[in-house]
């Protein structure tokens, strides 16, 4: 029995030639579908994650025309390019005039889970229908689960130029 092997403990695992060519081409085509891929998920992601944070002042009326001591609600809508879409927002202040050099505006935004406030008169709060918020005047949490203030712009983000105001707005 020269030339037997059985009391060898190597054994051999052959692999066929068609499942190397098989096996080959997966890796291959592993490895291209990724060079090829990653690009091409980057330009879908990345306008997305990369959206640039704009700024601009945003004129909201003639200063004269708000009365003082009443939150006036004015909307306006901005448009943003982000990539290859176009999308068109509104947001809505309140323009609180406490005096002809005094001036709060605030987000009509609920700041719970951005629902639109709006002015009760009789009330003197700002109410949110979602979840029965309300803010004062000024804006300050006044009951609900608000977990901060309404978002304000005063100071040097609200400015008059030729009568009219405007507010310094950051997007993005």
Partial sequence: MAG?????????????????????TAALGTIMGAVIGLPA?????DPAIKAPKTDAW???GKLEKFEIGKPALVTFTRSKVNGWEKTANSYGMFVLKRSDIDVLV????????????SWKEDRQEYICPCHDAQFGINGEVLGGP??????SFSGDQVKVEDGTLFIHFLEG
């Fill in 146 to 151: 608000p977990p901060r203030p309404l978002d």
């Fill in 106 to 117: 605030l987000s009509n935004i609920c700041t719970h889970l951005s629902c639109r406030v």
């Fill in 41 to 45: 998920i980057d330009y879908l992601v």
């Fill in 4 to 24: 037997s092997h059985h009391g060898s403990a190597v054994s051999y695992h052959h692999i066929s030639r068609r499942d190397f060519v098989k096996l080959t």
């Fill in 58 to 60: 945003i004129p909201l």
